[in-house]
């Protein structure tokens, strides 16, 4: 889902949660672009929702079109440590050959959009 991103807490880890988002429901594990310990994590989420709120795809959802590198720069400012994963979560190899898969399929970037 390129540019969609979830913007959200968790009280477990976050290789816990990513595992918890593969589901029959979504096309392809979730890749974790960024994540961080904040200190008040349901405010930070909150605010965060709320002046995004022109980008979310569905009101009853987490999820954004935006590019993910906006968040993050909120984020970094924010954060305590940062605690995103060093590779991608997955439950098997061809999860992991499915992903790269989807990243060849995806347009090349362009500094113009």
Do not use: W
């Not at 994590?41 to 993910?68: M, T, W």
């Not at 909120?74 to 098997?92: F, M, N």
């Amino acid at each position: 889902m390129p540019d969609i991103i979830k913007i959200g807490r968790t009280s477990l880890s976050v290789s816990e949660r990513m595992v918890s988002l593969d589901n029959t429901s979504v096309p392809l594990p979730f890749e974790c672009y960024y994540a961080a310990r904040v200190s008040d994590s349901p405010a930070l989420e909150k605010a965060l929702h709320i002046a995004l709120g022109e980008q979310r795809v569905r009101n009853s959802r987490e999820f954004f079109k935006i590019d993910p590198i906006r968040a993050k720069v909120i984020l970094e400012l924010l954060a305590i440590e940062d605690a995103t994963p060093g590779e991608l979560i997955t439950e098997s190899p061809q999860d992991v050959e499915d992903i790269e898969r989807s990243r060849e399929m995806r347009p090349a970037f362009r500094f113009s959009l």
